[in-house]
């Protein structure tokens, strides 16, 4: 059975860092484009980060280039996303998804496979 789940959210204070991981079961990363999405309350789902198959190269929103850092461990199955200088506004739930076919894309309905969800709550 294929499977995402992740992990590493909670709450954190402005400014502060966290370790988001997704870690893969049934199938190997390594031959999938796996991105982050995040969806604030009232709000649509949207596109953090992707990597390509075999972590080749990185994707990421415009607004969070230099903040945010994915990056693929094929040792452990699990892709990461670094988060740093945390804004309120980055509050959300965390996903990760995988694509079978074709490359990064920060369009949720072309990914197959998506984990559950870590929530991510940036607060003094």
């Known amino acids: 059975q294929l499977q995402l789940v992740e992990s590493g959210g909670g709450l954190v204070q402005p400014g502060g860092s966290l370790r988001l991981s997704c870690a893969a079961s049934g199938f190997t990363l390594d031959y999938y484009a796996i991105g982050w999405f995040r969806q604030a309350p009232g709000k649509e789902r949207e596109g953090v980060s992707c990597i390509s198959r075999s972590g080749s190269t990185a994707n990421y929103a415009d607004s969070l280039k230099g903040r945010f850092a994915i990056s693929m461990h094929n040792g452990n199955n699990t892709v990461y996303l670094q988060m740093n200088s945390l804004k309120p506004e980055d509050t959300a739930v965390y996903y990760c998804?995988?694509?079978?076919?074709?490359?990064?894309?920060?369009?949720?309905?072309?990914?197959?496979?998506w984990g559950q969800g870590t929530q991510v709550t940036v607060s003094s």
């Open positions: 998804a995988a694509r079978s076919s074709g490359g990064c894309s920060a369009v949720s309905r072309r990914y197959d496979y």
